[in-house]
């Protein structure tokens, strides 16, 4: 019930494309949900959060989008580019604490 | 401001050696945390800590081991190594006051083989 599924395990993506990743979760208590985007060598970074009282959120080319009765939700990038690509991890986490459930990550590479 | 800072960046152990990977932060972060990561399976909890003097188990805390003297250090000890720890291991860090969207920052990370 802890465990947030992410699909796909690896993406190639044309540049000027759209990327799209998917995760889903069981556990209803999740109530944060974050993006984290790693370049090979790097630690994960921040990229871009959403809380379930919204059903979207943008930042520039990058969209979260949320189903909270379908329990899951999705990062799209717009305008695909090169130096998108890397490894992103989605995430949950519950009210009562700040430790994050990882997916198990997708590697995008986009092609120039 | 360094950020979360990580040694070694490399080490290779034999089975059975025993090894600490450092983490030090210099922003004054509550929270820690130590991650490995294996291909295809995400970030794994290890252990965390929420403040100096107080840590508790995460997901996959077997064969290692931590403490938090401080609130800049976070090591984490390997007491005998063996080939399923091979792994490439995360310490982050972050601020949490209560507020739900924390940020967890990461270190470079240290990449970990064990023969």
């Known amino acids: 019930q802890q465990q947030v599924k992410q699909s796909p395990q690896s993406l190639i993506v044309q540049k000027g494309g759209i990327s799209i990743i998917n995760c889903a979760y069981e556990?209803?208590?999740?109530?944060?949900f974050p993006w984290y985007q790693q370049f090979p060598g790097k630690g994960p970074a921040l990229l871009i959060a959403?809380?379930?009282?919204?059903s979207e959120k943008k930042e520039g080319r990058f969209t979260i989008s949320f189903n909270k009765s379908a329990k899951q939700f999705s990062l799209h990038i717009m305008d695909s580019q090169p130096g998108d690509s890397a490894t992103y991890f989605c995430?949950?986490?519950?009210?009562?604490?700040?430790?994050?459930?990882f997916g198990e990550g997708t590697q995008l590479t986009v092609n120039p | 401001n360094a950020g979360v800072t990580q040694t070694p960046k490399f080490r290779i152990l034999k089975i059975g050696q025993s090894m600490t990977l450092q983490c030090t932060q210099d922003?004054?972060?509550?929270?820690m945390y130590w991650y490995r990561q294996d291909p295809g399976m995400g970030l794994k909890l290890i252990y965390y800590?929420?403040?100096?003097?107080?840590?508790d188990k995460g997901e996959v805390p077997n064969g290692y081991n931590v403490s938090r003297s401080t609130t800049e250090d976070f090591p984490l000890r390997l007491e005998l190594a063996a080939p399923s720890q091979t792994s490439v291991y995360f310490c982050?860090?972050?601020?949490?006051?209560?507020?739900?969207?924390?940020?967890?920052?990461f270190g470079p990370g240290t990449r970990l083989l064990v023969l």
């Open positions: 800590s929420v403040g100096a003097g107080i840590t």
């Open positions: 995430a949950a986490s519950m009210a009562s604490g700040s430790r994050l459930t």
């Open positions: 556990n209803t208590a999740f109530d944060y």
């Open positions: 982050a860090s972050s601020y949490f006051a209560g507020a739900l969207e924390e940020t967890q920052y």
């Open positions: 959403i809380r379930p009282d919204v």
């Open positions: 922003m004054n972060h509550n929270y």
